[in-house]
């Protein structure tokens, strides 16, 4: 089991930026792959950015050069730097951890935590 709790979300204006944190407890935080995802009202939740347990990223195309992921294992965090924010940026950001392993998956999300980007 792993719990996430998300942090930093707010109200920001439009190019302004925020760092969102997740802070994981429970197993061995290393060995999973972490996301942030997002799902604005009347939208699916969407991929934002993800870091594999070795360490590489990847980004949706909207937030290419951005936004930031990062991992610290040694502070079980995973943190998303959002820079030049964009009200199309407004959602409910969820934090992600993800493993697989022989045919099984452990699969666990945080509460999520707002960020609105409007002026």
């Known amino acids: 089991q792993v719990q996430l709790v998300e942090s930093g979300g707010g109200l920001v204006q439009p190019g302004g930026s925020l760092r969102l944190s997740c802070a994981a407890s429970?197993?061995?935080?290393?060995?999973?792959?972490m996301g942030w995802y997002r799902q604005a009202p009347g939208k699916q939740r969407e991929l934002v950015a993800g870091?594999?347990?070795?360490?590489?990223?990847n980004y949706a195309d909207s937030v290419k050069g951005r936004f930031t992921i990062s991992r610290d294992n040694a502070k079980n965090t995973v943190y998303l730097q959002m820079n030049s924010l964009k009200p199309e940026d407004t959602a409910v950001y969820y934090c992600?951890?993800?493993?697989?392993?022989?045919?099984?998956?452990?699969?666990?999300w945080g509460q999520g935590t707002q960020v609105t980007v409007s002026s």
């Open positions: 992600n951890a993800f493993r697989a392993v022989l045919g099984d998956k452990y699969d666990y």
């Open positions: 870091t594999t347990s070795g360490g590489s990223t």
């Open positions: 429970g197993s061995i935080f290393s060995i999973y792959a």
